[in-house]
């Protein structure tokens, strides 16, 4: 590695886009499989991140993941309950539960903008004090990321093979088709929802326990974000087949976070991140349509 | 056997828009019917079919399925019963999922909760697919790894159609599903249809534009005109009715002529 690129910055990058790519996860759920705008992604990751913080300063870091995941779920449910029951349109749905969102989220840190985790373990640390092994002491938290996600990976292709997946599937990809097939929609969009928000919620539990605090803003713009990366992953993998589009959603928000490093190296003012992410946002939509209109000219020169 | 008892329903009832679309239909279709249904447009005939289907709740009268008052039963419950097929061939089916795929959530009517919703599309499944789809003739079953998404307009209606019917459905509903076809591949899937209809004996309504198929196919012909069945004929009647017979009967009936120009006078 050269002095621009070190070790460091790449895994510090890998870190942060595996905790990341479960919300671009979320999102893949919810808007490319569910073609749901499931703008609740900013309220339901503070939310995880608070809870996850709560129980884990309370003592119990493993406890922390499944009650975070709880909490996603709790969102994704009134979110879907807003839109399926009481036909509000879904991305209203979103913003309202994100709204308010921000107070529970206030309520669940004791109405304080920052909660620090000290003097307990994470699960990071747990972990990495399986060994005294130096390796495994610099890397324990990658792999412990990086097996985490595999297994949501998994269980996500798997789940989407099952009929209760399929039926999922069927929702996003022709309401026309469901109507006809005795699927009850809101039944599936409600599941479709909890699951995604589940993923987001745990995203925001470890990143908590990643840095050792959260705060009520953690979660600001990161709908777009996760946009961003599935963006960016959907782009590389285009219509092939699901497990491929799962892997390209991991590695859609890896990359992302790559390029936020870049910029990071780059010596771009912090102030200027969130234009650094629109922009990229910005390039990874345009990418695909851009390729078209270039291909198309390119096919006009050659013939006149 | 469906009976349908004086269902009204009007659209945006007190503005401006306010549109009688159904004004007392009374049916009663005898198990094996297969009835075509003629009218020109917004004569009510997509909206008697969305009625049945329970796509809205008519404003008053009955709707039994097989004795069982179903009037206000919801739609995805409806359709583990009733088999629909529109005239957009994109509309039946999901084009980024497989044939396979599609298949099986269209088979998701045959378990009714005996198997769990974590349970996959077994071998056995498959085979049976397979077995269906070679039915089509269509060369389908060797691509079922296929996303619906590349399949034509007719390979599409012809999967849509063994859809509808890969589990036996108590009514089969067929709204103009041939007519955004071509002429060749219309009469395929016509044919398909015919003889799923007839092998499995299923109830059947079918709204068409061409006169020809509606004197031709099934046993019954039902004619709508202003949210009414405004001529229902069957029998000896029917089989000695030529296509101007039913032009002129149209004309009776609605007191006017059929002014709608998709309307076909022949095949």
Redesign the interface.
């Known amino acids: 590695m050269s002095d621009f690129l070190t070790v460091g910055i790449v895994q510090t990058a890998l870190e942060i886009g595996l905790i990341y790519s479960l919300i671009a996860l979320s999102l893949f759920i919810s808007y490319s499989i569910l073609n749901i705008c499931d703008l609740s992604t900013d309220g339901c990751y503070t939310l995880g991140s608070a809870v996850g913080a709560m129980v884990t300063i309370a003592g119990h870091p493993l406890l922390a993941i499944p009650a975070a995941m709880l909490s996603g779920v709790c969102s994704g449910f009134v979110t879907a309950l807003l839109q399926t029951r009481f036909g509000v349109e879904s991305i209203l749905a979103g913003i309202i539960v994100n709204t308010g969102l921000y107070t529970i989220n206030l309520a669940v840190m004791e109405f304080s903008a920052n909660v620090s985790i000290f003097g307990t373990d994470t699960v990071f640390s747990i972990v990495k004090n399986i060994s005294e092994n130096e390796v495994w002491q610099n890397w324990s938290k990658l792999i412990l990321l990086a097996v985490i996600i595999a297994l949501i990976c998994f269980a996500i292709h798997w789940f989407l093979g099952t009929r209760l997946g399929l039926s999922i599937r069927a929702t996003g990809d022709s309401p026309a088709m469901v109507r006809a097939s005795s699927i009850n929609p809101a039944f599936t969009i409600t599941v479709g929802l909890c699951i995604s928000n589940s993923f987001t919620g745990l995203a925001g539990c470890l990143i908590a326990q990643y840095n050792k605090s959260t705060n009520i803003t953690i979660g600001t713009g990161m709908v777009t974000i996760a946009l961003a990366s599935l963006v960016i992953g959907e782009t590389i993998s285009g219509k092939r087949k699901m497990p491929v589009r799962i892997a390209c959603v991991v590695f859609g928000s890896c990359l992302y976070r790559f390029i936020i490093s870049l910029a990071l190296r780059l010596n771009v003012p912090t102030e200027a991140f969130k234009l650094v992410s629109a922009l990229i946002v910005a390039v990874a939509l345009i990418a695909p349509n851009a390729k078209q209109k270039i291909a198309l000219q390119l096919r006009k020169r050659a013939q006149g | 056997m469906l009976k349908i008892e004086k269902i009204e329903k009007t659209f945006n009832k007190g503005t401006v828009n306010e549109k009688i679309a159904l004004c007392g239909v009374s049916l009663t279709l005898e198990d094996g019917d297969f009835a075509t249904v003629v009218g020109s447009n917004g004569a009510g005939k997509s909206t008697l079919f969305n009625a049945i289907?329970g796509?809205f709740f008519p404003d008053s009268g009955i709707i039994e399925l097989d004795g069982k008052n179903i009037t206000f039963t919801?739609?995805?419950?409806r359709?583990?019963e009733i088999?629909?097929l529109?005239q957009d061939p994109l509309?039946?089916?999901?084009?980024?999922?497989t044939i396979e795929?599609?298949l099986?959530?269209?088979y998701?009517?045959a378990?009714k909760g005996q198997?769990?919703?974590?349970?996959?599309?077994g071998k056995k499944e498959k085979q049976f697919f397979r077995e269906q789809l070679a039915l089509l003739n269509m060369g389908l079953e060797d691509r079922m790894e296929n996303?619906v998404g590349l399949l034509s307009g007719g390979q599409r209606q012809a999967l849509t159609l063994l859809?509808?019917t890969v589990v036996t459905p108590k009514i089969l509903m067929l709204d103009e599903h041939t007519a955004a076809l071509d002429p060749a591949t219309a009469e395929k899937v016509m044919d398909l249809t015919k003889k799923i209809v007839r092998d499995r004996k299923i109830t059947c309504l079918m709204v068409t534009h061409n006169m020809h198929q509606a004197l031709d196919a099934g046993n019954r012909t039902l004619m709508m005109d202003g949210g009414r069945i405004v001529f229902d004929v069957k029998g000896e009647r029917r089989s000695g009715m030529t296509v101007d017979d039913l032009l002129r009967k149209f004309a009776e009936n609605a007191g006017a002529q059929l002014d709608n120009d998709r309307i076909l006078l022949s095949n």
């Open positions: 289907a796509s919801p739609e995805h419950v359709s583990r088999g629909r529109f509309m039946g089916t999901a084009p980024n999922m795929e599609n099986s959530v269209a998701l009517r378990s198997k769990g919703i974590f349970s996959r599309t996303p859809m509808a």
